[in-house]
């Protein structure tokens, strides 16, 4: 697979892909450029993109990013719904339990229970990448410490039965909820260090410098301090949670994630962000963030302005190539952002036909 390609891709691992069906709403029937302007002002969007999102069209950008590795977008869309609807398809994961790339998916208890990953089965694949891991040599993300507890688990000269898949299964499932319950305890200050290729990243630096770089060229908020928090600290007028999802995308190989999602209120409008804590393949961090801003149209309905930014750092695009590969890459991750959000819009929408019947 090229490596734009690959990208395209994985840039779904945090835009959740719901099912659009082949007939669309109609066009509003008044613009929101007036209403929005003043809350929007921060978005600096041009008239033909204020026209756009009168149309219902999804409006795209490229974004710098902050590391070499990093490739970023931001896309926007006016849905005839109330933050409310996407608040709930966040919390519930309606987007991702609709979507046909999501193999399996769950939240996590405020307290991470093994139960939590009842619903996860580990493909023989993954499994023997774990058999055969070891540090600056593995073919999924794990930790020195991960690598030396799935040796433990294989013993010295395994083979690859079934008691041994099982067994390597469970430690691994062992190991996410170890993941899990670190993080609601101590926030980003428990993300590791991956030990997979010949030089390790850390986790934890490549996150916090991606919300430190996002949060610097974007409208201040709250939301960017709560990001490193541990779950349990996070106060009142906001809601954290971490899920984990399984998805399969074209040849690539399926990803598995852990995220934590922060739902946060600041006056009229809401922010959501979903930060990644951990990914068996392919990616060291990643973010998303929406700002709901919420309106009334001449009748009265309620609607929103959803403006969307993601961020992804990718092991592909190190290297003396990673600039060319970024380059030819970014147009195909502003076309997927925009498939993404189709069914985003359409999943908040759908939840408020059913809150009306």
Known sequence: MRSDSLLLTLALLLVWESAIPAQGRGAPESGASS??????????FKPAEWRSLNERQIVTRPLAGGHSK????FGAMIADASPDEFVKAFSELRVFKSSETTLACGRFSAQPA???????????????????A??????????????????????????????L?????????????????????????????????????????????????????????QLYSLLGQPTRDIPQNAESFLYWALQKFGQLKPVLSLVHVVIHRENNR????????YSSHYTEAGLIVAELIPFSD????????????????????????????RRAAQPRLLETLKTGLEGLRYCAESLLVERQI
């Open 35 to 44: 209403a929005l302007a003043p809350d929007a002002a921060h978005l600096k």
């Open 70 to 73: 990093e490739i970023a977008g």
């Open 114 to 132: 093994i139960e939590d990953l009842a619903g996860l089965e580990i493909g023989d694949k993954d499994l023997y990448a774990l058999m055969r």
């Open 134 to 163: 070891k540090v600056k040599e593995s073919d999924i993300k794990l930790s020195e410490a991960d690598i030396a507890r799935i040796r433990a688990a294989a013993g010295p000269s395994p083979y690859f039965s079934g008691k």
């Open 165 to 221: 898949k099982t067994k390597l299964a469970a430690e691994y499932k062992q190991i996410l909820l170890d993941k899990a319950k670190a993080y609601a305890e101590r926030g980003e200050t428990a993300l590791d260090v991956y030990a997979d290729q010949e030089e390790p990243v850390s986790a934890r630096d490549a996150s916090a410098a991606m919300v430190k770089f996002q949060a610097g060229s974007a409208r201040p908020s």
């Open 270 to 277: 809401v922010f959501i962000a979903a930060k990644q804590i």
């Open 298 to 325: 001449e009748k009265g309905a309620k609607r929103t302005l959803a403006a969307y930014t993601i961020r992804l750092q990718v092991d592909m695009l190190g290297g003396s190539m990673g600039f060319m590969k």
